[in-house]
């Protein structure tokens, strides 16, 4: 939930997900987290091959479901279905351009195209829930129509508590330097996110006018960093040991059959810039038992195993 000049840990389709919300909690006990986007046609349906349609949030203290979908009754159930399982605020995601949900869905950034749609869907889901309700979204869909003064203005209006804006159009995608406007003459608050790494890029946002940032792609293979930023965490003296301990809630949750796949590409983060990581991704990349994981984990970064 927010407040005036929190740092926020972004939505991160494939990565933010229960297992990872659980290692950065270690670090910063009371941060503001967000699940990675939850489509309302799955959640509605209850479809269960996507587990984390039924997370309890619970005891996961300040997170907020996102949510993603452009049919407002929908994402109306939706926002109450995840209120019921815990979640602190909904998030809706009108910023996610891939083709699959910008374009083929009509939902993440092609709301930007559509501002009476957008404006339909953000009542839809105040109206459902008791609990707040924010907007994720980017300048524009490209450099011709930037036009995010006008759906914040319209979030607003129709009773989201705040926006989070991502400093690139959809057009750009991850791409090139994010561009962070003024954003002080806004009539909500408004957070600031890409290309936030450091304490510094934190300072300058809050002279723009944005009353909080959130960072994104810069906690890979570094979840302690949300922690430092907060001063509730430094750096680990063993990264292998915060490794272990993400892999063993990795596996509780998805198990080792499709645990094992997904923790690769976290391995391949923390072990980024060590001597001869190289080598140990090469190697990871064909184990299949967590066993042999743990062992190659073990020796790569010289850690005792504690848990």
């Not at 949750?253 to 090469?282: C, Q, T, V």
Request: hydrophobic residues 45%; charged residues 20%.
């Amino acid at each position: 939930m927010y407040t005036k000049n929190q740092i926020f840990a972004a939505p991160l389709a494939g990565i933010s997900d229960k297992p990872f919300r659980q290692v950065l909690r270690m670090f910063a006990p009371d941060a503001p987290l967000v699940t990675e986007m939850i489509s309302c046609h799955s959640l509605v349906g209850r479809h269960k091959n996507c587990i984390r349609n039924f997370d309890d949030y619970s005891d996961e203290g300040n997170v907020g479901a996102q949510i993603f979908g452009a049919v407002p009754e929908l994402m109306a159930d939706a926002a109450s279905i995840l209120e019921s399982q815990g979640a602190k605020w909904i998030d809706i995601n009108m910023g996610c351009p891939v083709p699959k949900v910008a374009t083929r869905a009509g939902a993440g950034a092609f709301l930007m195209c559509d501002h009476k749609l957008a404006g339909k869907i953000i009542g839809a889901v105040v109206g459902s829930v008791k609990i707040p309700v924010s907007v994720k979204t980017r300048l524009g869909w490209d450099a011709e129509h930037q036009d995010w003064r006008d759906l914040v203005h319209i979030a607003a209006d129709n009773g989201a508590a705040w926006v989070t804006l991502h400093g690139r159009t959809r057009a750009q995608l991850y791409t090139g330097a994010a561009i962070h406007p003024d954003v002080s003459d806004m009539p909500i608050p408004i957070i600031a996110n890409g290309d936030i790494k450091n304490a510094a890029d934190t300072e300058n946002m809050l002279k723009l006018g944005y009353d909080g940032v959130m960072i994104g792609r810069a906690l890979f293979g570094r979840p302690w960093l949300l922690g430092e930023l907060y001063k509730t965490a430094v750096v680990p003296q063993n990264i292998g040991n915060v490794v272990l301990q993400h892999l063993d809630l990795v596996l509780k949750y998805y198990g080792e059959r499709a645990g094992i796949p997904m923790f690769r590409k976290h391995l391949a983060w923390y072990s980024a810039g060590i001597p001869n990581s190289s080598d140990f991704r090469i190697k990871i990349n064909q184990i299949t038992t967590q066993s042999e994981l743990k062992s190659e984990i073990l020796k790569f970064w010289g850690c005792v195993a504690n848990i």
